[in-house]
């Protein structure tokens, strides 16, 4: 559901429907609201069928289920893989990610985290993968809010 705001300054509702979907990889994503560009309000309600990562400023909300027994891959190279172990990939952006459902190991390059139902990870731009080492699916919803990435010395 998003909400909206009329001419006149009174809320409404504008989007209360099913999700658009998409697979990518090993896992099963919701689209549930994105906008490309520092948002300007009332923003925008259509959420565009591609996935792709929000530029610096642009906002991106979805959730991803991952099967029992799977880590999360990107075959399509949507995020930037580093090709050192299954799923491990960086994005430019800042990701606010919480646990609806299931169990999931957060890998980094320092150790590893398993996350449950109603944990909040913030991912930084850092390196990192997501494994699902139990026998449910996991399903997370995450922010996303794109970045601009430094170099670091």
């Keep these: 559901m998003v909400t909206g705001e009329g001419p006149d300054g009174r809320s409404y509702i504008v989007a209360d429907g099913k999700a658009t979907t998409a697979e990518v990889g090993t896992m099963d994503l919701d689209l549930l609201w994105r906008n490309d560009t520092v948002p300007t309000l ?29 880590t999360g891959e990107d075959p399509d190279d949507i995020v930037q893989s580093t090709g050192e172990r299954p799923g491990f990939h960086s994005t430019d952006s800042v990701d606010v990610n919480v ?27 850092s390196r990192h993968a997501w494994q699902n080492r139990s026998s449910e699916p996991v399903r997370v919803l995450s922010t996303i809010v794109g970045g601009t990435r430094t170099p670091t010395t």
């Design 42 to 70: 009332p923003a925008p309600t259509e959420v565009p069928g591609e996935v792709a990562f929000p530029p610096a400023g642009g906002v991106w909300v979805i959730t991803w289920t991952i099967p029992a027994g799977t």
């Design 99 to 125: 646990v609806l459902s299931g169990e999931v190991v957060l890998e980094l390059d320092e150790g590893e985290v398993a996350l449950r139902a109603g944990d909040l990870v913030v991912v930084n731009g």
